[in-house]
Antibody
Framework: QVQLVESGGGVVQPGGSLRLSCAAS????????MHWVRQAPGKGLEWVAFIRYDGSNKYYADSVKGRFTISRDNSKNTLYLQMNSLRAEDTAVYYCAKLSCSGGSCYDNWFDPWGQGTLVTVSS | SYELTQPLSVSVALGQTARITCGGN??????VHWYQQKPGQAPVLVIYRDSNRPSGIPERFSGSNSGNTATLTISRAQAGDEADYYC??????????FGGGTKLTVL
């Protein structure tokens, strides 16, 4: 079955960096766009970043643009999120999620499934 | 930027019908998706493209979308339906957007 497993979360000081990973299995990873979505404690869902199936296009929320970088290694079936210049407001559970359609521009499709999430805490 | 507005909370009596709204400018022209999130768990898709149910989601869950409002309807509400519900769309200028979420309480 389709499975997404995030890792790499932890506690980091303000201004620090962290790299999250999302290991995918059960589907042809190289055919699907992938998202990162986060959820601050007690808050709602916030979309963070998206990468096309082939890595050719990347999109970011304004709140993370210039600080976060999404990437993927299709040979390893793994999605990444490099987070730099971290701030207290980046504290959240970070989920990876698969775009439901394969191939090109179907951006208005849904997120399914989601990983279990990894917690990032930015604190001194 | 495109915004989605949801009520913070909705209450429903056991066995009755709950309706959760999602407001947005001309949202009827967009594909709306709904997710259920229970405490400590990842979100799960319950409705896609306005009114379609994924396999494994009970028929009690349905959706509609017209004008400036999309609606998730849960019929014959059960205690197990208590959760946070989020609507989501894609907008060409804002990219992917989630509503603020609605906490459903089954009384």
């Amino acid at each position: 079955q389709v499975q997404l497993v995030e890792s790499g979360g932890g506690v980091v000081q303000p201004g620090g960096s962290l790299r999250l990973s999302c290991a995918a299995s059960g589907f042809t990873f190289s055919s699907y766009g992938m998202h990162w979505v986060r959820q601050a404690p007690g808050k709602g869902l916030e979309w963070v970043a998206f990468i096309r199936y082939d890595g050719s296009n990347k999109y970011y929320a304004d709140s993370v643009k210039g600080r976060f970088t999404i990437s993927r290694d299709n040979s390893k079936n793994t999605l990444y999120l490099q987070m730099n210049s971290l701030r207290a407001e980046d504290t959240a559970v970070y989920y990876c999620a698969k775009l439901s359609c394969s191939g090109g521009s179907c951006y208005d499709n849904w997120f399914d499934p989601w990983g279990q999430g990894t917690l990032v805490t930015v604190s001194s | 930027s495109y915004e989605l507005t949801q009520p913070l909370s909705v209450s429903v009596a056991l066995g009755q019908t709950a309706r959760i709204t999602c407001g947005g400018n001309n949202i009827g022209s967009k594909n709306v998706h709904w997710y259920q999130q229970k405490p400590g768990q990842a979100p799960v898709l319950v409705i896609y493209r306005d009114s379609n149910r994924p396999s494994g989601i009970p028929e009690r869950f349905s959706g509609s979308n017209s004008g400036n409002t999309a609606t998730l309807t849960i019929s014959r509400a059960q205690a197990g339906d208590e959760a946070d519900y989020y609507c989501q769309v894609w907008d060409s200028s804002t990219n992917w957007v989630f509503g603020g979420g609605t906490k459903l309480t089954v009384l």
